[in-house]
């Protein structure tokens, strides 16, 4: 696992070293959303029984950070290497298919919590969720962010240039996450819009870290976490095939 080690350690030098993009830029803009919401909503919305509106938006604004900051750390990645050519030079080592697709997917979600965290510190000034259920809290954290790492290796595959990629994600993964419930709960919404959130998978994500923190949410965990890991198993067969078959890599 030599291979694994030095690519992993590289994907981690490669975000760290601008850690003020890439950790920083989206800490703040956390902070900003929940400035503006809270301030808005805090006095005039109660997600649920006995939780202040601020309390409820900050697991979801951490978990929304984490899975942004996920996605484009394996996308962005790829897609340097394919266009600045420097990709050959990890092709060209004698590294496994599983070493490629698990560092590049380990160091997005180390990423991701390191911003999650960030988020979680900067904003505990502003209201203290309550934290009922921790294994929870880590295991949708944890697997959340590596969905959508697959994700984003997936798109770093197939995009071949910058707009594209930009189009993946303004259309696909920015819908996702900000339709998933992390400014309300979907009860509030029509029962037409209640039955579209349930096809988000985002939503279960973002609900099942919630529910860690209150201890109530709007699906079962169980049932979040058995969707959330069903999807991530079906991403990471797709990517670990593209990556065998060196679709837009090697060929």
């Given at each position: 696992m030599t291979?694994?080690?030095?690519?992993?350690?590289?994907?981690?030098?490669?975000?760290?070293?601008?850690?003020f993009q890439t950790v920083a830029a989206p800490v703040l803009t956390g902070l900003l959303y929940?400035?503006?919401?809270?301030?808005?909503?805090?006095?005039?919305?109660?997600?649920?029984?006995?939780?202040?509106?601020?309390?409820?938006?900050?697991?979801?604004?951490?978990?929304m950070s984490m899975l942004q900051n996920a996605f484009s750390n394996t996308s962005s990645s790829?897609?340097?290497?394919?266009?600045?050519?420097?990709?050959?030079?990890?092709?060209?080592?004698?590294?496994?298919?599983?070493?490629?697709?698990?560092?590049?997917?380990?160091?997005?979600?180390?990423?991701?919590?390191?911003?999650?965290?960030?988020v979680l510190a900067v904003t505990l000034w502003?209201?203290?969720?309550?934290?009922?259920?921790?294994?929870?809290?880590?295991?949708?954290?944890?697997?959340?962010?590596?969905?959508m790492a697959v994700l984003g290796v997936i798109a770093g595959i197939w995009a071949e240039k910058f707009d594209q990629l930009a189009a993946f994600q303004n259309f696909l993964i920015m819908p996702l996450t900000f339709l998933s419930g992390v400014f309300y709960s979907i009860h509030s919404l029509p029962p037409f819009w209640q039955a579209v959130s349930h096809w988000n998978p985002v939503f279960y994500m973002i609900d099942g870290f919630r529910y860690g923190?209150?201890?109530?949410?709007?699906?079962?965990?169980?049932?979040?976490?058995?969707?959330?890991?069903?999807f991530?198993?079906?991403l990471a067969a797709l990517a670990y095939w593209l990556i065998r078959s060196g679709f837009k890599i090697r060929h």
């Open positions: 291979g694994f080690r030095t690519l992993f350690y590289k994907e981690l030098l490669r975000f760290w070293k601008v850690a929940l400035l503006i919401f809270a301030h808005v909503l805090d006095a005039h919305v109660e997600p649920y029984p006995g939780v202040r509106y601020t309390a409820f938006l900050i697991p979801g604004l951490a978990m790829l897609i340097q290497s394919k266009i600045t050519g420097n990709l050959v030079f990890i092709l060209l080592p004698p590294l496994s298919h599983f070493e490629f697709f698990a560092a590049y997917v380990l160091a997005a979600v180390v990423r991701g919590l390191v911003v999650g965290l960030g502003f209201a203290v969720p309550e934290l009922v259920h921790p294994l929870w809290v880590a295991a949708f954290a944890l697997l959340g962010c590596a969905v923190f209150f201890g109530v949410g709007d699906v079962s965990p169980w049932f979040a976490l058995a969707v959330v890991s069903g991530f198993l079906a």
